[in-house]
C-alpha cells in the first residue's frame, strides 16, 4: 500500500523589525522547521545565525516579491516546508498579501494539499513606538510614502483624512535617494491641521544596527535624517513629550483623579 505523499507547508513568517530578540516563539520554531527559506536577501542576512546548514537559502532583491511567492507555492506543492519570510509583520505591508495573491491565482484552498499559517510578528511601528515611549496609546494609522505601488493621488487623499481627524499617523517609507518631496507635502498637509509644536518621532534602523531615535516636532522634522529605514510617529493634538519620552494620553487622567490614585485615597 502506497503512502499518500506528506502535504507541503508554507509558513509566512514574520522575523520582526530587525534583531533576533523581537522574534516570537512561533517565528524561530518555524524557521527551525523549515527546509527552504526564502525571502529578500537583506532580511536573510538579518537572521542567518539562526538557518542551519542542510536548509536551502533562496535570497533574491527588491521587487522580486511574486517571484518569491511563486517559488515558495511550487516548492510546497512538492511537499516541502517553505518559510516565506518577511521584516516586522508579514500581515503588515509584507509578503502575506501577495503570497495569498499567487496563491489564489495558482488555484490554492485550504484543502489543496498545502497547509498556509501566517505567524504574526512584531511590526515597525510596534518597535518604533516601544523605543519612544507611548506614542500610540489612542487611536492611530499607518500610511506609507512610496507611490511605487500606490497612486500619490490616493497618498495624499489618505494623508488629509489622518491629519484631520487627528490620528496619531506613522508614516512608512517616507524618504528615497529619488523620492524627496513626499515627506515634505506630507509634513504640509499636517500642518494644516495641527500645530508647529506637535511632538514628532523619527526613527531609523529601529532595533538594528544604526538605530538612531529624535524627537522633534512638525516645525522641525525635516532637519532630521530621514530615509527608507526611517519610521516617522506624528503626534496628536494631545501628544507631549516628558522625559525624553513621546506621550499620547488614551484619556484616563482626564476622567479619573489622578491625584487620588497616586497619594492612595479611598
Keep these: 500500500m502506497n503512502t499518500p505523499p506528506a502535504p507541503g507547508r508554507l509558513l509566512l513568517v514574520s522575523i520582526g523589525p530587525g534583531h533576533p530578540d523581537h522574534l516570537t516563539q512561533r517565528a524561530m520554531l518555524a524557521l527551525r522547521q523549515a527546509d527552504a527559506v526564502i525571502g529578500y536577501k537583506h532580511y536573510i542576512a538579518q537572521i542567518a545565525q539562526l538557518l542551519a546548514a542542510h536548509q536551502e537559502i533562496i535570497g533574491s532583491g527588491m521587487r522580486q516579491e511574486l517571484e518569491r511567492c511563486a517559488t515558495a507555492w511550487k516548492l510546497a506543492q512538492a511537499g516541502r516546508t517553505v518559510a516565506l519570510i518577511s521584516s516586522g509583520d508579514v500581515g503588515i505591508y509584507g509578503m502575506a498579501g501577495p503570497a495569498f495573491e499567487v496563491l489564489l491565482a495558482a488555484g490554492w484552498s485550504p484543502d489543496s494539499g498545502v497547509v498556509v499559517e501566517v505567524i504574526p510578528g512584531v511590526s515597525a511601528v510596534n518597535a518604533c513606538a516601544a523605543l519612544v515611549g507611548a506614542p500610540l496609546t489612542h487611536d492611530f494609522c499607518t500610511i506609507s510614502l512610496s507611490d511605487l505601488l500606490t497612486p500619490w493621488p490616493v497618498i495624499v ?37 495641527r500645530p508647529p509644536a506637535t511632538p514628532v518621532a523619527v526613527v531609523m534602523a529601529a532595533c538594528r544596527e544604526g538605530e538612531s531615535i529624535t524627537l522633534t516636532d512638525l516645525a522641525n522634522m525635516l532637519h532630521c535624517p530621514i530615509d527608507m529605514e526611517t519610521t516617522v510617529l506624528i503626534g496628536n493634538t494631545a501628544s507631549f513629550i516628558g522625559q525624553g519620552r513621546m506621550v499620547t494620553p488614551r484619556g484616563y487622567t482626564g476622567k479619573y483623579d489622578l491625584e487620588r490614585v497616586l497619594h492612595g485615597a479611598s
Design 157 to 193: 487623499k489618505r494623508l488629509e483624512a489622518a491629519a484631520s481627524a487627528d490620528f496619531v499617523t506613522a508614516l512608512y517609507n517616507p524618504k528615497s535617494s529619488k523620492r524627496t518631496t513626499q515627506i515634505e507635502e506630507a509634513r504640509r498637509i499636517f500642518l494644516a491641521h
